[in-house]
């Protein structure tokens, strides 16, 4: 049975979803005021809106969140698991945090969201990995629609070593996309800055910071192009920003024009770098995955 909680409103007047907040520090706005809608917060037993403008005396009932259990396994992701790190490869549609910059002070909150890479970590932490890391050992990130291959650090330690090789750019990583249109340079660079412009949106842009990818045709065919990506900056959405500009969107990229697909058709295939301790080289791979086949396959069959 979900916990409950009675809080009685007795300041000034204010919005609900405001006090809400403050009195459960531990829960974004974002999620209070899904709770709110959802009609897991009633005012003197009714249910209202947000802003709601509450009076002394009100008394406000709050239907805590149940913890979320994760339906994935760590070990059915992981490909590689060693003292400092580990390797998985995530799959497509699945976000690798919450939206929500909470859970980075509140780890726990991670369980009261939809299931996240980190909650899936968080809640069967492999062997030697030290909950205290901060962002759950997060060196880098993929968008939700993005499948593919993710290093995890287990410490602090490993985590800031890795943290400084994607800074100086000694990590390597290639990725594999479906383009709409058939790319007519086998390879180039594209070296267009980009940034956020109003309205939010990451474009390219003049006054945006470096970004660099360099690309490969893997093969064209009836009007769409398999291509392999090197990012050599690591913008947010740089890829798929690239080829937008270049006149080429992602397959499945609704955000920049890409036809649409079952899902964004961009795959993280490799990573590759020196391990900070012993300069090794390691290179960690994922097969594309079969619905990524699948999508070539449907929009490169001869029309009729």
């Known amino acids: 049975m979900a916990e409950k909680k009675k809080i009685v409103f007795d300041g000034y007047s204010r919005r609900l979803d405001i006090f809400v907040c403050d009195e459960l520090e531990k829960f974004p706005r974002s999620l209070v005021q899904r709770l709110i809608k959802d009609g897991k917060v009633t005012v003197n037993?009714?249910?209202?809106?947000?802003?709601?403008?509450?009076?002394?005396?009100?008394?406000?009932?709050?239907?805590?969140?149940?913890?979320q259990k994760t339906a994935t396994s760590l070990k059915d992701l992981m490909i590689y698991d060693d003292e400092d790190f580990f390797v998985i490869i995530k799959p497509a549609g699945m976000l690798v945090h919450p939206q929500s910059p909470i859970w980075e002070t509140n780890p726990e909150a991670v369980f009261t969201f939809e299931e996240t890479l980190v909650s899936v970590i968080l809640a069967n932490p492999p062997k030697d990995f030290d909950m205290s890391t901060p962002r759950?050992?997060?060196?880098?990130?993929?968008?939700?629609?993005?499948?593919?291959?993710?290093?995890?650090a287990k410490n602090a330690i490993f985590q800031n070593c890795m943290t400084e090789l994607f800074a100086q750019r000694q990590v390597r990583k290639t990725y594999h996309a479906i383009a709409c249109g058939e790319i007519p340079n086998d390879e180039g660079v594209i070296d267009v800055p980009i940034g956020r412009v109003a309205g939010g949106k990451i474009k390219a842009s003049d006054l945006g910071r470096e970004a660099v990818t360099e690309y490969k045709v893997l093969e064209r065919k009836n009007g769409f192009t398999r291509v392999q990506l090197?990012?050599?900056?690591?913008?947010?959405?740089?890829?798929?920003v690239h080829l937008s500009?270049?006149?080429?969107?992602?397959?499945?990229?609704?955000?920049?024009?890409?036809?649409?697909?079952?899902?964004?058709m961009l795959h993280s295939r490799r990573v590759e770098f020196n391990h900070p301790y012993t300069g090794k080289k390691l290179k960690f791979e994922a097969p594309v995955p079969p619905d990524f086949n699948a999508a070539w396959e449907r929009v490169t069959q001869t029309k009729k």
């Not at 009076?55 to 805590?64: F, I, K, N, Q």
């Not at 090197?230 to 798929?240: D, E, S, Y």
Request: proline share 10%; no cysteine; glycine share 12%.
């Open 45 to 67: 037993g009714k249910t209202v809106k947000p802003s709601w403008p509450l009076t002394p005396g009100e008394v406000v009932e709050v239907e805590l969140p149940t913890q």
């Open 136 to 152: 759950a050992g997060l060196v880098h990130r993929l968008d939700r629609e993005t499948s593919g291959v993710m290093v995890v």
């Open 230 to 240: 090197h990012p050599v900056t690591g913008r947010t959405n740089q890829l798929r």
């Open 245 to 264: 500009w270049l006149g080429y969107p992602v397959l499945g990229d609704w955000l920049y024009k890409g036809a649409t697909a079952p899902r964004l």
